[in-house]
């Protein structure tokens, strides 16, 4: 880290003395877990750059932006339309929620048995240590499970810029209609703080910019059905968790640069791990950076990850946005389809999922599946027994994880994982 990066956080108003204890930790697992596997494509250098700057260079471009008069919004969640927000010149950053922070101070706020995810959100808060939240000129919070909205209540007590977005439940005309509203509002909301009316034009733009983005991370997805899979799931994992905060542009550049050098391994049948390695679809709650435990996990134990079902991964990412509208409303529209077919586990019923899951494993040709559930998530660890059921149906093996950020339980998972990639055999 340079000097300059020290003086951008401590202007931020960060904990530089925290801050740099969580970065090492943060550089010590990237390179125990990604710098240790063999044979990465060459491309995978851009994941390794964004990574090297997560907390520096990403943030002193998103200031420099500030300083040219766009506004940053930050979010916890993949309902967040990121086509409004361009639309509206801003940019949106996903915002840090994926390793255990400032535990004890989170526990005088939130109740114990809350998921990892939402202790780690307020935890990166507390610790003064997370530069995209302390950068953001607006927060937004959505209605989604009850440990987040409550969360969202606490959190307002301490962030000045928070934005809670509601959300349906139940995908019904209703539901579309509170969802329909809520975009509305959220579009006016950006127009206030930014001072820039959306219109045809810049919406379309906003569109376009996303959904290219999303065609580079479909493209790279879809390689990864070939045996050997050309790339492991870590670094394919990296790929979609950088999606969610990197720049648009470049993002899809090199993404498409990288897929372009799988092609050439793929017709060299030059693969990430030996062909006929088992392969494994992994389903359930999202893993935000750093957030690499489970899949270190499969990998080590000698399976490739081939595809994720989780909004970190095809969930967020699946189905482009329509851009064929001729007026704000019908723009407005297409969003609000596409981001209504989001098949989180908040919703009820939620067939889709089930859907997707099996179609996942058939498409990715997985020999089993693994759920992965985050302690205390009640929507995903309830939908893991319908989905368990489901694919056991189809004759598809799978196996129900349950787990949160720290390390003590990795010799039990190990055991667990293990003994399930021995039943594909
Ligand atoms: S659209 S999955 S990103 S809400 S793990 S906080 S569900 S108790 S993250 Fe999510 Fe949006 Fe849905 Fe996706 Fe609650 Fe579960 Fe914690 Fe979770």
């Given at each position: 880290m340079s000097e300059e990066d020290r003086k951008m956080w401590s202007e931020l108003g960060m904990d530089l003395q925290a801050h740099d204890q969580l970065l090492e930790v943060l550089a010590n697992n990237y390179r125990e877990?990604?710098?240790?596997?063999?044979?990465?494509?060459?491309?995978?250098q851009y994941l390794d750059f964004v990574m090297n700057g997560i907390h520096g260079q990403r943030v002193a471009e998103l200031l420099k932006e500030k300083e040219q008069g766009r506004k940053i919004v930050g979010s916890?969640?993949?309902?967040?339309p990121e086509e409004i927000v361009l639309a509206a010149n801003a940019t949106l950053v996903g915002l840090c929620s994926g390793a255990d922070f400032a535990m004890e101070e989170v526990e005088k706020y939130l109740p114990?048995?809350?998921c990892s995810l939402i202790k780690s959100s307020l935890g990166f808060k507390l610790g003064k240590v997370c530069p995209f939240l302390e950068s953001a000129d607006m927060i937004v919070g959505e209605n989604t499970c009850d440990g987040k909205k409550k969360f969202y209540e606490t959190f307002s007590e301490l962030v000045p810029n928070m934005y809670v977005m509601d959300l349906p439940q139940v995908k019904s005309e209703q539901g579309k209609e509170l969802m329909r509203a809520e975009f509305y509002r959220f579009l006016q909301s950006l127009q206030d703080i930014t001072g820039y009316r959306v219109d045809v034009e810049s919406l379309k733009q906003g569109i376009k910019t996303v959904n290219e983005k999303r065609k580079a991370i479909h493209r790279l997805q879809s390689l990864?059905?070939?045996?050997?899979?050309?790339?492991s799931g870590l670094d394919s994992l990296l790929a979609n968790q950088i999606y969610l905060y990197e720049d648009p542009q470049r993002f899809t550049r090199e993404v498409h640069k990288l897929c372009d050098e799988l092609e050439e391994r793929i017709e060299r049948r030059?693969?990430?791990?030996?062909?006929?390695t088992p392969r494994i679809l992994i389903t359930g709650c999202p893993m935000a950076v750093p957030n690499w435990k489970v899949p270190y996990i499969v990998e080590s134990e000698g399976a490739v990850i081939v595809g994720e079902e989780s909004c970190v991964g095809e969930r967020g990412n699946r189905n482009l946005t329509r851009?064929?509208?001729?007026s704000l409303e019908d723009l407005m529209e297409a969003i609000l389809d596409r981001y209504f077919q989001?098949?989180?586990?908040?919703?009820?019923?939620?067939q889709e999922r089930t859907e997707h899951i099996l179609d996942m494993a058939k498409r990715y040709r997985a020999d089993g599946v693994i759920h992965y559930g985050l302690q205390f998530c009640q929507p995903y660890i309830q939908e893991s027994f319908s989905a368990e059921k489901a694919l056991r149906e189809n004759d598809i093996p799978a196996l129900r994880l349950e787990t949160d950020y720290?390390?003590?339980d990795i010799g039990q998972l190990q055991t667990r994982v293990e003994a399930f990639l021995e039943l594909l055999d």
């Open positions: 877990i990604y710098m240790s596997q063999g044979n990465r494509p060459k491309g995978t916890y969640c993949v309902f967040v114990r048995n809350t990864r059905k070939a045996d050997p899979a050309p790339i030059e693969g990430a791990f030996p062909a006929n851009d064929d509208g001729n989001i098949d989180c586990a908040i919703f009820t019923p939620n720290s390390q003590e």
